[in-house]
């Protein structure tokens, strides 16, 4: 047990979501609920443990189920000191809940959080900054806050605003920072002041490329010094770069506690994409102008292939149903892998050196487009395809996208005189290529 420093059992959070039918309490409800909190607090913290107020696990208040919402349910699971945990799961599974628990910022329903050494968070772009104090004033304000005296918060001062990249902006107020300057100095702060447990809130969804690889290659750093981080992110490479253990949250439930590549795969089937090759969308909706009905792929025979080869001549066809004439449409279609990253995307606008040339004119009713790859250029795995149907310039009114997940098989290659085939582990791309030996 020494090695664990992050205990949770049973652990739940009920929300109200309709305020006008909350009973309030008494004025002696109240008096007596001042009176006792000391004590509850006292009790909690002599175990550091986080766990429900009076007011919460007593559930006077707690009402029927049309009118509160279960943000957690029945949670259960440990963390060893040092582990890099992932934490994913859809919208609203109650990821950032699970982490204000964690960093005592929102009390439980029920059960109880255990966690034992000094922990920093990044919740949300702003948490825990003062918008009227200036960068600087805001580290050591932070500092303050995690148990630091002024000398090592001084120490470790330069190299926080160096990473943050604000040297010129630190003795400005917070408030007029941009969200990429809150997240620089907020993950700069969490990170160089030395927690034992670091809670992280999709860091990866604000700021650049550079600064994204930036936090990906200080985490690392920070795990083999010993320290535990857990991990929130919609990011699914970030989240299999840095993690080999992720939970899955589902509506609030814990659906998953293992090996991230697992975890990705149940996220995955969780979003609800379709997983053949063709797919039909017939019933028309009357609030969309123009809406993806169909995509098919096909051979250079135009049949409709059940196995795509890297190599072959592979045809995209496109079916999108229009209830108006539009003169200036577009479409694009991007091939992904499952945890995101992209791989191809061409548009109809490039087609053309101008965009009033490359525009299509959609005509009311069902339209077609395809797309075709001579040798197509994908390797052994399970890709993500999106179609996305657009208005082109500035009068752009409406844009409908649609996925769907495919597989490719490595059967009989044509991209290779020996009909092997690569796996995407080994390359994201198959091209033609030709090795040329010199003369001995």
Not at 418 to 423: E, I, P, T
Request: hydrophobic content about 40%; charged content about 25%.
């Amino acid at each position: 047990m020494s090695d664990i420093v992050i205990k949770v059992e049973g652990l739940s959070k009920q929300y109200y979501i309709n305020e006008s039918r909350t009973r309030y309490m008494t004025l002696r409800d109240s008096l007596s609920e001042f009176v006792k909190s000391p004590f509850h607090r006292l009790f909690a913290s002599s175990r550091n443990t986080v766990s429900p107020s009076h007011h919460d696990a007593a559930s006077p208040i707690l009402r029927s189920s049309d009118s509160t919402i279960w943000a957690l349910k029945d949670v259960s699971f440990c963390v060893k000191r040092g582990e890099i945990v992932g934490i994913i799961g859809r919208n609203g599974a109650g990821k950032t809940t699970l982490l204000k628990i964690l960093a005592r910022i929102t009390k439980p329903t029920a059960g109880y959080a255990e966690i034992h050494g000094r922990v920093g968070c990044l919740l949300g772009i702003s948490t825990g900054f003062h918008p009227e104090l200036t960068g600087r004033e805001n580290i050591y304000f932070s500092g303050a806050v995690l148990g630091m005296k002024k000398a090592e918060i001084t120490q470790k001062f330069d190299a926080i605003v160096s990473f943050a990249e604000l040297e010129k902006f630190i003795d400005t107020p917070v408030k007029r920072y941009s969200s990429g300057m809150y997240v620089r100095l907020g993950f700069a702060i969490s990170v160089h002041l030395d927690p034992g447990i670091l809670l992280i809130d999709e860091v990866l969804a604000v700021g650049d490329t550079a600064f994204q690889k930036k936090c990906l290659g200080k985490m690392d750093e920070i795990a083999k010094e010993g320290r535990t981080i857990l991990f929130v992110s919609h990011k699914m490479s970030a989240v299999e770069h840095l993690c080999q253990r992720t939970l899955v949250l589902k509506e609030g439930a814990l659906s998953f506690d293992g090996p991230t590549n697992g975890a990705v795969e149940l996220y995955l089937s969780q979003l609800n994409l379709v997983t053949s090759l063709s797919f039909d969308n017939p019933e028309p909706d009357p609030v969309k102008p123009f809406e993806v009905t169909k995509i098919d792929i096909l051979d250079k025979s135009e049949q409709v292939k059940s196995i795509l080869r890297s190599g072959d001549c592979v045809r995209f066809r496109i079916t999108w149903r229009s209830s108006e004439v539009v003169k200036n449409g577009g479409v694009r279609l991007g091939i992904l892998t499952l945890n995101d990253v992209p791989l191809i995307r061409y548009s109809t606008r490039l087609t053309t050196n101008t965009d009033t040339d490359s525009a299509l004119q959609f005509q009311q009713g069902i339209n077609t487009v395809e797309l075709e790859f001579k040798q197509f250029p994908l390797p052994t795995g399970r890709y993500k395809i999106s179609v996305v149907l657009f208005r082109q310039g500035r009068g752009r009114l409406y844009r409908n996208t649609q996925f769907a997940i495919f597989p490719v098989e490595a059967k009989a290659s044509s991209m290779f005189q020996s009909g092997k085939s690569l796996k995407a582990s080994r390359s994201l791309l198959s091209v033609p290529h030709k090795w040329i030996f010199p003369n001995p």
